[in-house]
Antibody, heavy 121, light 105 residues
């Protein structure tokens, strides 16, 4: 059964870079069947799309974050990662990694459990 | 991106009630609209995709309809397990979420 597991620091200082990794437990991230994405949720607020990556390295970012975000694949470890630069308190959120079905117009069908990242000095 | 307007933001209901949540897109998203359920401290769960297709394992009391810019999620008879927050999401042009509807007792 598929498992998506986020990992990374739970505390990041302002203006530093947030880095998270998502480990995919079954299936290869290099299959063209799926995209791989990141979504976040500030405490007590709604869901915010961050971006996604395809097996060929193509990336798709939300316009509001595009200048600060990089999503990439590590095929040797079956992982994908998120980097968000110059973070502020507004980036404090639970970060979810997700799977998207390419044949259903990149539908999000599976989520990781989420990891809380707090931006604070 | 495509802003999604979801209403109401909060809905008070009782067990057995019929509940309807509306989601409007600022431009057409065709049928590429999904509904998610989220409980406190948990990741969202996919309920409905392609506007009206029930995800495997989701109870049949959930249904979705709509096309283009207007969509609805209906729970035909609210059960205790259904008290949660519901989000719509379009994935026709990149992705964007509605702000959520909290269904409370």
């Amino acid at each position: 059964q598929l498992q998506l597991r986020e990992s990374g620091p739970g505390l990041v200082k302002p203006w530093e870079t947030l880095s998270l990794t998502c480990t995919v437990s079954s299936g290869s991230i290099t299959s063209g069947t799926y995209y791989w994405g990141w979504i976040r949720q500030p405490p007590g607020k709604g869901l915010e799309w961050i971006g996604a990556v395809y097996y060929n390295g193509n990336t798709y970012y939300d316009p509001s974050l595009r200048s600060r975000v990089t999503i990439s694949l590590d095929t040797s470890k079956n992982q994908f990662s998120l980097r968000l630069t110059s973070v502020t308190a507004a980036d404090t959120a639970v970060y979810y990694c997700s799977r998207l079905v390419s044949q259903l117009e990149r539908l999000v069908d599976y989520w990781g459990q989420g990891t809380l990242v707090t931006v604070s000095s | 991106d495509i802003p999604m307007t979801q209403s109401p933001s909060t809905l008070s209901a009782s067990v057995g009630d019929r509940v309807t949540i509306t989601c409007r897109a600022s431009e057409s998203v065709g049928r590429w609209l999904a509904w998610f359920q989220q409980k406190p401290g948990k990741a969202p769960k996919l309920l409905i995709y392609k506007a009206s297709t029930l995800q495997s394992g989701v109870p049949s009391r959930f249904s979705g309809s709509g096309f283009g810019t207007e969509f609805t999620l209906t729970i035909s008879s609210l059960q205790p397990d259904d008290f949660a927050t519901y989000y719509c999401q379009q994935h026709n042009t990149l992705w964007s979420f509605g702000r959520g509807t909290k269904v409370e007792i």
